[in-house]
């Protein structure tokens, strides 16, 4: 799986690959080749060895941002769908027009923030997802008039389906 993140405004690119004995992870940072492994030890923590360094990992739920807290660092981060990313750079897609809000990773709808018919503005809160035992908010892309939600709490999703269209 491959993943564009948002880390403290610097973009990363990161590919993860499960070994074939199916207990260790191969991680590229930007082309940069990371062994990793990651053990849950509680609901939402993760232990993790990263060449060789152990870390503790947790979501943290404070704030209006998705973060994680590594070892005793904050981290807030934004994950983006690279597919979306390719096609509005190839396209040069404007923020008017009909905007697709698309699950970035597979998950579960935990909270659907807007209704129908609302006004949003650009970067508001549309829903809230729970992936990799973490929730992400995922936000509006510009603003608009949400015309329709094809997700509901609960329900599960894969990714690039599309759960809000705004106008």
Do not use: C, F
């Not at 993140?5 to 590229?28: F, K, Q, Y």
């Amino acid at each position: 799986m491959k993943y564009k993140i948002d880390i403290d405004g610097r973009t990363r690119e990161i590919e993860l690959i499960r070994n074939s004995e199916n207990t260790r992870w191969r991680v590229m940072l930007d082309g940069r080749e990371i062994e990793a492994d990651a053990v849950r030890v509680q609901r939402d923590v993760l232990s993790l060895l990263i060449d060789g360094r152990s870390y503790t990992a947790l979501p943290d739920p404070r704030g209006d941002e998705t973060a994680v807290v590594l070892g005793a660092r904050r981290i807030p981060y934004t994950i983006a769908d690279p597919r979306s990313l390719r096609s509005r750079s190839r396209t040069g897609a404007a923020q008017t027009g009909t905007r697709l809000v698309k699950a970035p990773m597979p998950g579960r709808i935990i909270r659907v923030l807007v209704h129908p018919g609302e006004s949003v503005a650009a970067h508001q809160g549309l829903l809230v997802m729970e992936a990799m035992k973490m929730q992400n908010e995922l936000k509006s892309p510009s603003s608009g008039t949400v015309t329709r939600i094809a997700v509901q709490p609960g329900d599960t999703v894969q990714p690039a389906q599309v759960l809000v269209t705004i106008e």
